[in-house]
């Protein structure tokens, strides 16, 4: 039943860390309620037909091995039970030192076998720069990198059907990679990554940033951000936000772990501006609204619309490319006065060419600008700790603006609160069920107090592998919670039974742990070894199961003695 409960509660997990974990726990709960109605039918019957009918139980080598060395413990920590308490309440207060000091992200990095490569230029670039900078790029890669890369292409702005709107200034180069046994220069995909990213410095009027396509994809479709972690700084002012952006975009480079730290181009459209000249157009007898019809006409005036089966396509007129981008060819546009005359554009409008906002985003309702980086050699958590105490310190914010942290943090964040219902829940429905079996509140805080010891355990097996916190580690660790009880329930039911049986408490404790020695080992045995595959798995997806299957693991191992010293 604690085994259901914490499948069941896996299910509770919303959002990209829900969409990961539920086929898990959909498959544990199947797997459960089989295996409950096969004990239930097909077992006694293949019980009574198989097993021979006068039955001689007898210990196996091994296990009379263990329980040699078992006894004198168990009688040991029965007569001084302050022995095994001791270690116990260290493990405890070493687990709570471990647990405070253990990083924390959203999900492993998968490692997808692939690279993509956001490149960002100067706007109002022409799409024939911007194509030829992204095959020199292909082509500088594919000659330093030729036992590495499978296939390189570049995809530049945006396509017919825009779901993913990009300007021609924008391009995103999609690397597929050979097998990794065959690499040359790199030992693993973060260091290759790292090494490309060298190759690609020193380009001018680019900046780059490398990521993983399914990553990349994910992250923007949940925060609008690319990246690992994004600055996302709200306000009123362009202009100070520009300068703000820029500040904490120097900051983010002085923290450890940083990478590709790159701020949204906001600057860089050249822009035709025409100001309409007020006392000229009086002095010459020109309404305004005629100059503004003239201008309006190099930019679009849509006349009607063509229609070509179930698609629509307005249909506009504007003056020609020529006058459009020159300011001395769009002054001598002639606007028609009243009495005929024609005069020309210039001596009614100042026109110049000057620099606007390549574009403007906001959230809800709120000019952004993101400041993006991707973290290498450390967790997210500490970093967009160490991030956020740095720009309180040194960043001062004009009043009306205010930072937010998104991408792959916004995630973790989201999960962090769920799981801090989920798994209280848990607990609290576990222990609800051992007092529902038991009766009474004390055998079922005496097995519930293995939950804690297997806590540790896990964290444990965490910093021994050098793996971070997650939302697979969370569901480890509910799932954890389940199968930490199990041999405690053995050995309480069978103390129980002994001492119905009228034997002290004592020799009763005694008596239970040597006979149920081997269901214990058991339990925790097939616990573990059922995850070890995923533990040491290295194929793609290992990531994601490794932290999940490390907790299982890790606390399972835990000593059994305690429940002899709770006595």
């Not at 607990?427 to 806590?455: E, M, N, Q, S």
């Amino acid at each position: 039943s604690s085994d259901v409960c914490s499948s069941d509660l896996v299910l509770l997990l919303e959002g990209t860390e829900g969409k990961m974990f539920r086929p898990m726990a959909l498959t544990m709960l199947f797997a459960l309620f089989g295996s409950m109605l096969l004990s239930l039918t097909v077992v006694p019957a293949l019980a009574s037909w198989l097993l021979p009918r006068r039955p001689k139980e007898r210990d196996t080598i091994l296990v009379r091995l263990l329980k040699a060395a078992y006894v004198p413990i168990v009688t040991r920590s029965i007569r001084w039970p302050w022995v095994p308490m001791i270690p116990a309440v260290c493990v405890l207060a070493g687990g709570v030192y471990l647990a405070r000091h253990l990083g924390a992200e959203f999900i492993p990095r998968l490692q997808e076998g692939a690279l993509v490569v956001n490149t960002v230029r100067l706007s109002g670039v022409s799409v024939e720069e911007s194509v030829r900078y992204g095959s020199e790029l292909e082509k500088v890669l594919l000659a330093k990198f030729p036992d590495e890369i499978e296939d390189v292409w570049t995809r530049t702005g945006s396509a017919e059907v825009t779901t993913d709107p990009m300007g021609v200034e924008l391009s995103d180069m999609f690397i597929t990679l050979k097998p990794r046994e065959r690499w040359k220069r790199a030992e693993t995909q973060e260091e290759l990554a790292a090494l490309m990213g060298k190759e690609m410095e020193g380009y001018p009027g680019m900046r780059a940033m490398m990521t993983q396509p399914i990553e990349m994809r994910v992250n923007e479709m949940v925060s609008g951000v690319r990246s690992d972690v994004g600055v996302k700084l709200f306000g009123d002012d362009i202009e100070a936000l520009k300068a703000n952006a820029r500040e904490i975009e120097e900051l983010l480079k002085t923290i450890p772990g940083a990478t590709d730290v790159t701020s949204e181009q906001v600057t860089g459209q050249p822009v035709l501006a025409i100001d309409v000249d007020r006392a000229a157009i009086a002095r010459h007898g020109v309404a305004a609204g005629d100059v503004l019809d003239v201008i309006e006409a190099m930019g679009a005036i849509e006349i009607g619309t063509l229609q070509e089966g179930d698609r629509r396509f307005p249909i506009a007129v504007r003056l020609h490319e020529r006058y459009r981008a020159d300011p001395e060819a769009a002054g001598s546009v002639l606007v028609a006065s009243p009495n005929g005359e024609r005069v020309p554009l210039s001596r009614l409008a100042h026109i110049h060419v000057t620099e606007s906002p390549a574009n403007v985003q906001r959230e809800w309702a709120k000019r952004r600008i993101v400041v993006q980086a991707n973290v290498r050699g450390r967790d997210v958590a500490s970093f967009v700790a160490d991030a956020r105490k740095a720009i309180d310190e040194k960043i001062h914010l004009p009043a009306g603006s205010y930072v937010r942290f998104g991408g792959q943090f916004e995630h973790l964040e989201r999960a962090r609160i769920r799981l801090m219902i989920v798994v209280p829940l848990a607990l609290a429905l576990i222990f609800g069920l051992l007092y529902v079996t038991y009766g009474r509140v004390r055998d079922a805080a005496r097995v519930f107090l293995g939950v804690p010891f297997a806590a540790v355990g896990g964290i444990a097996a965490l910093v021994a592998r050098g793996l971070p916190f997650s939302v697979s580690a969370a569901v480890g660790f509910v799932a954890l919670f389940g199968v930490a009880v199990l041999g405690d329930m053995v050995l309480v039911s069978t103390v129980r039974q002994l001492e119905a049986e009228g034997l002290p408490i004592r020799d009763a404790v005694r008596e239970a742990a040597i006979q149920r020695l081997r269901p214990v080992l058991m339990t925790a045995l097939v616990a573990a070894l059922g995850f070890i595959p995923m533990a040491v798995n290295t194929g793609m997806g290992a990531e994601v199961q490794r932290p999940l299957a490390t907790v299982v693991i890790g606390g399972v191992d835990r000593k059994s003695t305690r429940l002899n010293s709770s006595h």
